[in-house]
């Protein structure tokens, strides 16, 4: 999702990668390139030139607080920028609570969607409480019905269809249908066609006008781009859309109309959908998507998927096979097949910050290899994998139609998870976990003298303490510059963390020089599952506080200090 515009957007953001701050001619750069990335991905002008525009003129106002780098600090304004364009809250479908049933009409051109968008609202609806029933209005494209009824079957829901050219007398007769089964939520799949026509406006707006529907969902091609935009453009100005939905997101979407709909027809996206499966179907939450948008993925709903979708039974039993060193090929077989329960594999990675660049080299039938061959084992053979010699290799090969060198790189694979889990076992054994502890005791971080008397210079490096003082260098892990303002302190922060994570000793100073660039608490923030914006914003009141603390101490000591010379002359005078 997005794979291409993220991928030229972080190449544009990395311009402001070791910047002491943000600049008009650093920022122009960075937004021109930005610019044409959005253009490129059939983004609107006018929203385009909006967002830059906003983004540069907020840019160069910020000031960048203690442990925010400039880069993160445009990063922020930036997402909170595309927040804004597309919509800044998720709304959710519109439904009457007063009077039931309530009635959505989905629309859009043939191609788009549509039809299966409308099985999986019946399904993300009963899923939330509601009743749904569908109703098949499109008498035009063959097998139309047929393929409604199919789908309302998997979501278990049921759909009326009626043998008549009458489409406003079918939607009546589905509502009287739903009112008579006790139904709340009525579902209308309207005809669809290739391309606009006053036929299919008149049609719908007369469904419109005696139905009276609570939502009216316009289906768009997230493929499309501009052109959808435009489409949208038209149903809307017959219909008056109450909100959109955003297919084919399983891809390399263009951004195109996920930003451009809310800015130029003013109505909000409501859902995405992300493949064929019923149950893949998202709130449109733009806050996420900007942040997918920029490469920084979408941990909330990642976390979301796995709750509601994964069983935590099975996977409570697959950590303890794992552990116990009890894992076997029905295990293996299990962990694949809840992974697939998030969807493709694709979709997850995006989900999670910086791998939606590697989603694009991972392939989709690896999965399906390694199920038909383990499908094709007996069940000793998944149970005991050892046993599995060369004719019984061939034998499994012939069953599942893989070659044998598929069998072979399984069978590796799985040795290789094997030894992987002896030794996560040996590293949970606390004897070696108090051996380790007591070997890195010995490692000290400490401040070592590079620079001249008048100008010093400080490397922040490990140390082995064991060792003397100039012969126990481990690694430079940072530089302190007394005198240069205003940034005298840089860190490499995940060596840093690394080291204190296994815990080596820091010196006062240098505890006192990782606290000041607020990095810990960045690292709290990060495990506590705050997003990038939410982290800005908390370190921004941190720093605030900090900079207050400071200036209170420095104030106490000069009043100390000042209180301390009147003493003196007080007893001079005396004397």
């Known amino acids: 999702m997005f794979g291409t515009v993220s991928q030229s957007i972080n190449v544009a953001l990395r311009k402001l990668s070791g910047s002491f701050k943000l600049t008009e001619a650093n920022v122009s750069a960075v937004t021109k390139e930005i610019r044409r990335a959005l253009l490129e991905a059939d983004v609107d002008y006018s929203v385009a030139r909006s967002i830059i525009d906003s983004t540069k003129q907020k840019a160069l106002g910020v000031e960048v607080t203690k442990g925010v780098s400039p880069d993160q600090m445009f990063v922020k304004i930036l997402s909170e920028e595309l927040t804004h364009i597309m919509g800044g809250k998720n709304q959710g479908v519109t439904l009457k609570q007063d009077k039931p049933p309530s009635v959505v009409m989905v629309t859009g051109l043939q191609g788009a969607g549509k039809t299966t968008f409308t099985a999986k609202l019946a399904h993300f609806l009963r899923g939330t409480g509601y009743t749904p029933v ?52 009525v579902i209308i799949d309207t005809a669809g066609r290739l391309h606009v026509d006053d036929v299919l406006m008149e049609e719908l707006s007369l469904l419109k006008l005696s139905l009276s529907p609570s939502d009216i969902l316009h289906v768009v091609d997230g493929t499309m781009g501009q052109e959808a935009v435009k489409t949208a453009k038209s149903f809307n100005e017959r219909l008056s859309i109450g909100g959109f939905v955003v297919t084919k997101m399983d891809g390399d979407t263009r951004a195109g109309v996920v930003l451009s709909v809310k800015f130029v027809l003013g109505k ?23 942040q997918r948008i920029l490469g920084m993925g979408d941990v909330v709903s990642f976390v979301e998927q796995v709750e509601s979708k994964l069983d935590k039974e099975k996977l409570e039993k697959l950590n303890q096979n794992f552990l116990a060193q009890t894992f076997t090929m029905h295990d293996f077989l299990e962990q694949i097949q809840q992974i697939k329960k998030l969807g493709s594999v694709k979709s997850v990675l995006d989900m999670l910050p910086g791998l939606n660049q590697v989603s694009s080299q991972i392939d989709e039938n690896e999965f399906g290899k390694v199920e038909s061959i383990i499908f094709s084992m007996t069940i000793e053979e998944r149970t005991k994998p050892h046993i599995i010699d060369g004719s019984r290799r061939r034998r499994i090969s012939r069953g599942c139609g893989r070659p044998i060198q598929d069998v072979n790189k399984l069978l590796k694979q799985f040795e290789a998870a094997k030894k992987m889990m002896k030794t996560v076992s040996k ?19 400490r401040l070592r003298r590079i620079g001249r008397k008048k100008l010093p210079i400080y490397q922040i490096v490990t140390v082995d303490a064991r060792k003397k003082r100039d012969g126990g260098f481990i690694e430079d892990i940072g530089r302190y510059e007394p005198k240069k303002l205003p940034h005298k302190v840089s860190i490499k922060e995940d060596r840093m963390m690394y080291w204190l994570g296994v815990g080596a ?51 106490g000591k000069r009043l100390n200090s000042a209180k301390a010379k009147a003493k003196e002359a007080t007893e001079k005078t005396k004397s």
């Open 268 to 290: 909000p996206i409501k859902f995405i959908s992300r493949s064929e499966k019923v149950d893949e179907l998202d709130i449109f939450y733009p806050d996420r998507i900007a």
């Open 505 to 555: 000793e820091p010196t006062v100073t240098v505890r006192s020089l990782v606290r000041s660039t607020g990095l810990l608490y960045r690292r709290a923030l990060e495990k506590q599952g705050k997003s990038e914006s939410e982290i800005v914003e908390a370190l921004s009141k941190w720093s605030k506080a900090e900079t207050l603390r400071v200036s209170k101490k420095l104030q």
């Open 427 to 445: 590293k949970k054994d606390a004897a070696s976990q108090a051996s380790l502890l007591k070997n890195i005791k010995l490692v000290k971080i």
């Open 134 to 185: 569908l109703i098949a209005c499109d008498i035009y494209r063959p097998a139309a019905s047929e393929q409604l009824r199919l789908l309302a079957e998997q979501v278990r829901v049921p759909v009326y269809v009626e043998d008549s050219k009458d489409v406003l007398a079918i939607a009546q007769n589905g509502i009287k249908f739903a009112k008579e089964n006790l139904r709340d939520v």
